[in-house]
């Protein structure tokens, strides 16, 4: 399963003609958290133009493709109903709604709050059930999880790289390390990065360079 979701580097906001941050474009593979492509956006507008050529080199035969148009406790239920082709929906290939009720309340307590999403499915009822579209979206914020360790562990809004094409080519990178830590076994990334600050050899030997 491919997911593909949208970042901003906030700390190139100051450093942009429009004063707005740098937004890139990712598609993830939610198992293994690796970037398999990135391109720049102007901003969240622009992520639907940007999503075919962004998957176009892949090979994406058989594959579940999610897009999106915290330290929390939710509760979460699910209604999925048909949906007839040309029945004037803004997505003229959906042929399943789906309304996701999350009940969201922050783990250190408080009030719990309701929250209402919407989607659509170009997969059949036969080929996606209620139960598989649940597990599908659910998956998806797993590309959250690299966002979080690029920001808290790599504290990529903090960089001082912030002109020119330096921002894409740092997140890469960092992507990078994250995926190869991640194909590597390692479930912390930040004790990853400390392990092998120790010891520069142990670097290599992570690529399988001797």
């Known amino acids: 399963m491919l997911a593909v979701d949208g970042k901003a580097l906030r700390g190139t ?7 707005r941050a740098m937004h890139l474009l990712a598609v993830t593979d939610t198992r293994t958290l690796a970037v398999l492509g990135q391109v720049e956006v102007d ?18 035969t058989d594959t579940v493709i999610t897009v999106d148009g915290h330290g929390r406790t939710e509760k979460r239920s699910i209604k999925v109903c048909s949906v007839a082709i040309g ?3 803004l997505f003229p290939l959906a042929a399943q709604a789906i309304c996701i009720t999350r ?24 080929q996606a059930r209620p139960a598989d ?3 599908w979206i659910r998956a ?10 690029r920001d808290v562990t790599y504290r ?14 740092m997140a890469a990178l960092r992507n990078l390390a994250i995926g190869i830590l991640k194909f590597c076994g390692w479930t912390n990334i930040a004790k990853a990065n400390r392990r092998h ?14």
Do not use: M
């Open 197 to 210: 600050a120790q010891d520069p050899g142990r670097c290599l030997a992570t690529l399988g360079i001797t």
């Open 87 to 89: 029945s004037g929906l």
């Open 133 to 135: 579209l649940a597990a």
């Open 103 to 126: 009940k969201v309340r922050p783990r250190a307590g408080g009030r719990w709050k309701t929250v209402t999403v919407y989607a659509v499915t170009s997969l059949a009822p036969h």
């Open 156 to 169: 990529e809004d903090a960089s001082q790289v912030r002109t020119g094409s330096g921002p894409a080519v």
């Open 13 to 19: 906001r100051h450093h942009t003609a429009t004063g």
């Open 43 to 60: 901003g969240k507008s622009n992520e639907i133009t940007a999503f075919v050529p962004l998957l176009h080199p892949l090979d994406l």
């Open 140 to 149: 998806h914020w797993q590309i959250e999880a690299l966002h979080h360790i």
